[in-house]
T-cell receptor, first 111, second 117 residues
């Protein structure tokens, strides 16, 4: 069945450091891939998405490229800020009904 | 963009009582709504999917008599936790998709934290 695997956290970085959160997936066909962010005490917010191979999703300085050959969708940001501290979830969906989420990666950015 | 709200944002109740959580789509018609449960430091677990005007479809292991879901209109779905017990304490998140939204996206509410004493 379909599944998503993300790197375990927690991740702690200094402000302005480079961020990578790995995400790989197992799926039949060609799902859409998503990164969601959850700030403390809040629900999930869509951070970025990609709907086909080689697409790059980007938002707020975050980027992720849909790599079919490596079944990956790694999240990157060149210079993190304290306000980026949150939990990040990688997810896939074929139709928008069934979403498969990774276990989440907690990021803490220290000044 | 598509906005989903939940009410209440948090609730504390006594064991044995029932609690109702509302999920509303504010600027689109939600033909499908989803209810998730999230345990501390864990991912979201899909509990059920509901389509407007029909019975909810529950995921395996979710008690339909305990978690009553009603999707009576295109903008409102409710989750009622009946005879709540401390083990039902959790963060409940709804999401929705429908007319006017991107076909493969779900839009999430801010969540409701339920604490059962």
């Amino acid at each position: 069945g379909d599944s998503v695997t993300q790197m375990e956290g927690p991740v702690t970085l200094s402000e302005e450091a480079f961020l990578t959160i790995n995400c790989t997936y197992t799926a039949t066909g060609y799902p859409s891939l998503f990164w969601y962010v959850q700030y403390p005490g809040e629900g999930l917010q869509l951070l970025l998405k990609a709907t086909k191979a080689d697409d790059k999703g980007s938002n707020k300085g975050f980027e992720a490229t849909y790599r079919k050959e490596t079944t990956s969708f790694h999240l990157e940001k060149g210079s993190v800020q304290v306000s980026d501290s949150a939990v990040y979830f990688c997810a896939l969906s074929h139709t928008g009904n069934q979403f498969y989420f990774g276990t989440g990666t907690s990021l803490t950015v220290i000044p | 963009g598509a906005v989903v709200s939940q009410h209440p944002s948090w609730v504390i109740c006594k064991s044995g009582t029932s609690v109702k959580i509302e999920c509303r789509s504010l600027d689109f018609q939600a033909t499908t709504m989803f209810w998730y449960r999230q345990f501390p430091k864990q991912s979201l677990m899909l509990m059920a999917t509901s389509n407007e005007g029909s019975k909810a479809t529950y995921e395996q292991g979710v008690e339909k008599d305990k978690f009553l879901i009603n999707h009576a209109s295109l903008t409102l779905s409710t989750l009622t936790v009946t005879s709540a017990h401390p083990e039902d304490s959790s963060f409940y998140i709804c999401s929705a998709r429908g007319r006017g939204t991107t076909y493969n996206e779900q839009f999430f509410g801010p969540g409701t934290r339920l604490t059962v004493l």
